[in-house]
């Protein structure tokens, strides 16, 4: 259980996946576990739950008007729909990236290698205000886009833009460590059986990192629905076209409506939460056919 | 968050320096675009409370969103004095008892010892020829203009095109009405005054900026002069700075003195000069004669004259569910 739920957490994904671990791996399990215990209850659970509790203070009306107005559920549909989508982008893009960062060397390639980490390391308010300088009407690129017609910032498009943006380490770090430990031996001996360049990828490497590119997704995607500085500069913020859930949540706060705006957050805690289960049984799904075959 | 976070290291750092030694220091929490002004007000403030008394004070400054502030100090940031832009922060802090209930009556003016309107910036020349409200509902006209439901300046703006009609003799379905074809003229609603400034300016994103007069300012300062022309619509709203003292901290801390002296001084015509230069309008009528320049007449109506107050306002209008939703989800 603990297992299955720790692995799309960022700490988890750096260990190896398919080890099966044996109880006395760990010096004192007891206290090391209850220490575990301990610290994911201060630093995740307690905080989980005040959120749950402030909306104890709706009553079921009020919860239920709070999280279903129209301007929420549109809220909701962009914040899942774009995060999904960028979150596919990702997993294709970040494949890529992740493929030529172990399969091939080339000059600057560490800095490359250190570029992808960017994303993590920037507050994202600094990379939603350069994602509009970019692509809003006057703007780099947007200028030259704007007249052929293609929007890309202050509508729904620059939501996804920025999501791709934040997205994309999360799937290039969890799937280089598990590309760099395939063995080239394998591929070459699909080769010499006969196999095509695309039935190697389809049948040799891709069983074997799917699990990877699925919690890599997984990750993307849960960080894209909380994701809120970069996004807000790039959305435009009008209600039912551009506006995210953390904006939403935001603008109740400014009301001093904090039982609202927790209850808005509580339908992305367990909408989000929902997802990963899934995605994680997906993932053990994978692994266990992938690991079988 | 980030805000808080910042009030947050504000208040550590408070916390340090009354450690470091005995001179009484005092926390101004305040909103974002007062820094400049309030700076300018504590350069001053200090050699006067010198000369007074003969004490030495130290004046720390935080600003951020103004709710966002107030949530804050609700929180339990230890402000001595809460300087607002909008009236509703100080008495959410009077319903949690932070401030005196009677908070507004502790000073003169309702407690706002500054005000400021809204008005049109417009992009240099005017092209558009944009004069008054009834220009910004024109299909040829994009209006840049702050999110009422997280800003005071976007809660100001709409109350004040609401005014426009409602002063000309309009009903409320009129107002109503006009409203939603200004806002559907609204490409972008920013998230704060400078949000909007940025896409304004920066972005070049439509034609005229609904924003508080104080703005123009620093638009001025940091886009340079001639960028944008101001215009002054017919009518428009008071939107008063209230000031506050924070009983819970000046009793804890013992700045009760200070703490008004500090506000008091907003008011003396040194405080209310350094206002009409960042372009706040004073309320010494005087040094509003002085400054009538910068301060254009413009015929002027209250909250309370409309909306009864801006707490009622925000109950009809902005809560979720009340008119400025209307314009979105009612088609």
């Known amino acids: 259980m603990s297992g299955a739920l720790a692995a799309p957490l960022p700490g988890a994904a750096a260990a190896p996946s398919s080890r099966s671990t044996s109880k006395k791996v760990l010096p004192g399990f007891n206290i090391t576990l209850g220490y575990t215990l301990l610290y994911l209850g201060l630093i995740v659970l307690i905080p989980l739950s005040a959120l749950v509790f402030k909306t104890f203070t709706l009553s079921w009306e009020q919860f239920w008007a709070a999280i279903s107005s129209p301007r929420v559920l549109a809220s909701y549909r962009l914040t899942f729909g774009a995060s999904f989508v960028a979150a596919l982008v990702n997993v294709a893009f970040g494949l890529l990236v992740a493929w030529v960062l172990v399969r091939y060397s080339f000059p600057g390639k560490r800095i490359v290698d250190a570029l992808v980490d960017l994303p993590f390391a920037l507050p994202t308010a600094v990379a939603g205000i350069s994602l509009t300088a970019l692509l809003a009407g006057n703007g780099w690129i947007g200028q030259y886009l704007e007249p052929l017609g293609i929007q890309l910032a202050f509508n729904p498009n620059g939501v996804v833009i920025a999501l791709i943006f934040i997205g994309l380490p999360f799937v290039v770090r969890t799937v280089q460590p598990v590309l760099e430990d395939t063995e080239r031996e394998l591929e070459e001996a699909a080769m010499s059986l006969g196999a095509t360049r695309w039935q190697t990828f389809a049948r040799v490497i891709f069983p074997s990192i799917a699990p990877a590119l699925l919690t890599g997704f997984a990750m993307a995607f849960a960080r894209a629905i909380g994701e809120y500085g970069s996004v807000i500069f790039i959305a435009g913020n009008m209600p039912m076209v551009s506006e995210i859930t953390p904006l939403i949540i935001i603008g109740k706060l400014e009301q001093y409506d904090y039982a609202g705006a927790t209850a808005v957050a509580v339908v992305m805690l367990v909408a989000s939460f929902f997802l990963l289960l899934v995605i994680n049984a997906l993932q053990g799904w994978q692994r266990k056919r992938s690991g079988a075959s | ?331």
């Open chain 2, 1 to 331: 968050m980030n805000l808080k976070l910042r009030s947050l290291v504000g208040g550590v750092l408070l916390a340090a320096s009354t450690l470091a030694s005995a001179q009484q220091t005092l926390l101004n929490v305040s909103y974002d675009v007062a820094r400049e002004f309030y700076k300018d007000i504590n350069a001053a403030f200090v050699p006067y409370y010198k000369k007074q008394t003969g004490k030495d004070v130290k004046i720390d400054q935080a600003h951020g969103g103004s709710s966002a502030q107030a949530r804050a100090v609700a929180d339990g940031l230890d402000a001595d004095v809460v300087t607002m832009n909008t009236t509703t922060d100080v008495e959410f802090l009077a319903e949690r008892g932070v401030v005196a209930k009677d908070w507004a009556k502790r000073f003169a003016h309702n407690a706002a010892p500054t005000t400021s309107t809204m008005l049109f910036l417009v992009r240099n020349g005017n092209p558009k020829n944009i004069k008054d409200w009834q220009d910004l509902t024109r299909p040829d006209v994009k209006v840049v203009v702050v999110n009422p439901k997280t800003g005071g300046n976007g809660r100001y703006a709409y109350l004040a095109a609401w005014g426009y009609v409602k002063k000309n003799g309009g009903s409320d379905a009129q107002a109503q009405e006009f409203l939603s074809k200004l806002y559907k003229n609204v490409p972008v609603l920013a998230r704060g005054g400078r949000d909007a400034t940025t896409a304004f300016l920066q972005r070049n994103t439509g034609d005229v900026l609904i924003t508080f007069e104080s703005e123009v300012e620093s638009v001025n300062r940091e886009f340079g002069a001639n960028r944008v022309d101001v215009v002054y619509p017919s009518i428009s709203i008071v939107a008063e700075n209230p000031v506050a003292v924070v009983e819970r901290t000046v009793a804890k801390k013992g700045t009760a003195d200070l703490a008004k002296a500090y506000l008091d001084f907003l008011y003396t015509p040194e405080g209310q000069e350094i206002a009409a230069k960042h372009s706040i309008r004073p309320r010494d009528a005087a040094v509003l004669k002085k400054y009538a320049e910068t301060f254009k007449p413009v015929k002027l109506f209250t909250v309370q004259e409309l909306f009864g107050s801006l707490s009622e306002a925000q109950k009809v209008h902005f809560n979720d569910g009340g008119q400025f939703d209307k314009i979105y989800t009612v088609k």
